[in-house]
């Protein structure tokens, strides 16, 4: 466990850009995690989990402390559902598919989801309708300043859309080190009804499909539209889908018909931000080596020497025309560093 000076960040964001950490160390226990926040006390810190959710526009003049807890198990079950528990570390993707190949329901519809296990309750990471907060029972947390430990339930989290506690109230203050989840053993709950997901589940014949159809479909339809970031740098969705009043979307809907929409409520819609971009004419446009993906509107990418000021560039350049063109606001889901 050394501490490690000037360290570059570029292989721990995957949108790969180039920035230094004043000081970097990984860490891989509990143990490990108190010790260094006992003995660095005064340095300012920056947690780094799976680097798939922030865009870096400078160097991190912190203590970079890299969550690197590994392991899973099953902590309970009974005849209808199991509790398991995952590490902090572990990658996302690779706990959805361990589930699925346990025949555990409840995440199948998040595969490929890039990221670590201890960044999607702050998120409340979602897809194909489905969110985090659909099984999540617990995390583990332990305080900064005390490294006292503390459990949040689900409630506690405060879950929102791409919202929750830590992005809000005890920002800054907590470092989440494992998350349970209750799953399915029976009777699952098969969601095909978001996206594309019939449509892909229907080109391979598919009509009663269970969870690791559901998850190859959401894999495959992912995988068509949006880049690996090993390939092409990116952090997936760059935009939170915005949700308006069901008055504003009239006005809008009345001078753009087509206008795609969810109803999440009696009074709100949920517009996707993927289709406003599109329809402003940005998807596609690259600017030097920042630019916005040729299939999914939603997703920036750093073409291979793009600063993170440049594509911060970029998306400041998308909110504009979507607000010039549609009067909607879109927000980014990404963390800006």
């Known amino acids: 466990m050394e501490i ?30 108190k010790s260094i926040l006992e003995q660095n006390e005064n340095e300012k810190k920056f947690i780094l989990g799976g680097g798939s959710n922030m865009l870096l526009t400078q160097n991190v003049d912190a203590l970079v402390i890299h969550i ?59 897809a194909y309708g489905t969110e985090i907060k659909d099984t999540f029972v617990s995390c583990e947390a332990m305080n900064i300043a005390t490294q006292e430990m503390k459990t949040f339930n689900n409630a506690e989290c405060k879950f929102g859309y791409r919202e929750s506690i830590f992005k809000n109230e005890v920002k800054g203050e907590y470092i989440i080190t494992s998350v349970i989840f209750k799953l399915t053993k029976r009777n699952h709950k098969i969601n095909t009804s978001y996206g594309d997901i019939l449509g892909e589940l229907a080109k391979n014949n598919i009509s009663t499909p269970g969870l690791k159809d559901v998850s190859n479909a959401v894999i495959a339809i992912r995988q068509s539209k949006l880049p690996d970031p090993k390939e092409l740098g990116n952090s997936g969705s760059f935009f939170k889908n915005p949700i308006i ?88 889901e990404v963390n800006i560093i």
């Open 245 to 332: 009043s069901k008055t504003e979307f009239e006005k809008i809907n009345a001078k753009f018909p087509e206008m795609k929409f969810f109803e999440v409520s009696d009074t709100e819609v949920k517009v996707p931000a993927g289709w406003l971009i599109e329809q402003a004419g940005l998807k596609g446009k690259r600017f030097g080596d920042a630019g916005i993906h040729k299939n999914q509107a939603l997703v920036l990418v750093n073409y291979g020497q793009a600063t993170g000021q440049e594509i911060l560039d970029v998306a400041k350049k998308v909110q504009q025309t979507v607000l010039e063109t549609f009067g909607i606001k879109i927000e980014a």
């Open 68 to 126: 690197d807890l590994k392991g899973k198990k099953i902590i309970k079950e009974d005849e209808d559902f199991v509790w398991i528990e995952s590490q902090a570390g572990e990658n996302w993707h690779e706990l959805v598919l361990w589930t699925i190949d346990q025949n555990f329901g409840g995440l199948e519809n998040m595969s490929l989801i890039p990221g670590n296990v201890g960044t999607t309750p702050v998120q409340n990471i979602g």
């Open 4 to 33: 490690q000076q000037n360290f570059s960040l570029k292989n721990y964001n995957t949108f790969g850009i180039e920035a230094k950490a004043k000081l970097f160390v990984a860490v891989h226990s509990v143990a490990e995690l």
